[in-house]
């Protein structure tokens, strides 16, 4: 079974009940108490995390909108009623979680949202198609990250926001331990992981504006897709500095 498959499979359930759900928002019982066994975190510091990875979508926001992967769409379908105008799409490889996604969606009466299903590491669309890329809580889990990678950057528009979160190892002692005796086994993460470092270091040679953070063993980031192109000599460094030339 390719890894691909076996991380679907392994969500299958998830998107079927509501553990994930009270997980992810820190609203229920069993949700709490994973997060802080596992993450070290109550719902005040899972709420900054997540508000400091989608702050770069702005009030009032209606570009086109890529979350990947759209996961069952807790923390993200309130958000999007707030942004009517946005056209949004959500993909995910997993049909049932995407499933979850939809109903919320539904049940909201979004007008603005679409889902497709697909494979983060070769997206369909265009070159250039996005404003912004969210992506919250998925990179830990994709088998092919420098594709992931790759694919985010080349769907943005120049000047686009590229947003998120995912793990990082090394911040928590306690949730590197959980995610290999227990998250990696269960094909709920896949390795390898990013550190902190490494992030802000890869981001910086991919983006011309980057803002990474931490809280605990989660990373958030914002980056900003140059306005040119790569090879144009005169794009614009990060800090708004032109290529010196020498």
Not at 96 to 120: C, I, P, S
Not at 163 to 183: A, K, P
Not at 218 to 235: H, Y
Request: hydrophobic share 35%; charged share 25%; glycine share 10%.
């Amino acid at each position: 079974m390719e890894r691909k498959d076996a991380i679907r499979n392994a969500y299958h359930m998830t998107g079927s009940n509501s553990f994930y759900d009270g997980m992810m928002t820190c609203s229920t019982l069993p949700g709490r108490a994973v997060c802080r066994l596992v993450w070290d975190m109550g719902k005040t510091e899972s709420g900054d995390y997540q508000q400091k990875a989608m702050s770069g979508i702005p009030e009032g926001f209606s570009g086109m909108l890529l979350e990947v992967p759209v996961g069952t769409g807790i923390l993200t379908m309130p958000f999007y009623k707030t942004i009517p105008e946005a056209e949004i799409t959500c993909l995910d490889y997993s049909p049932d979680m995407m499933g979850q996604a939809r109903e919320k969606a539904e049940h909201l009466g979004l007008k603005n949202v679409t889902f497709r299903q697909g494979d983060v590491g070769a997206l369909s669309f265009a070159d250039g198609s996005f404003d912004t890329v969210l992506s919250l809580n998925g990179f830990h889990a994709f088998p092919d990250k420098a594709a992931a990678y790759r694919e985010v950057l080349r769907v943005l528009k120049p000047g686009g926001v590229f947003c998120g979160c995912f793990y990082v190892s090394g911040e928590c002692g306690r949730t590197d331990w959980f995610i290999r005796h227990l998250y990696e086994p269960m094909k709920f993460f896949t390795p390898p992981y990013e550190t902190l470092s490494s992030l802000k270091e890869r981001l910086e040679g991919m983006y011309a504006q980057v803002t990474v953070g931490n809280v605990k063993g989660i990373a958030w980031f914002v980056c900003r897709k140059a306005e040119t192109r790569p090879d144009d000599p005169l794009r614009r460094l990060p800090g708004g500095h032109e290529p010196s030339g020498d």
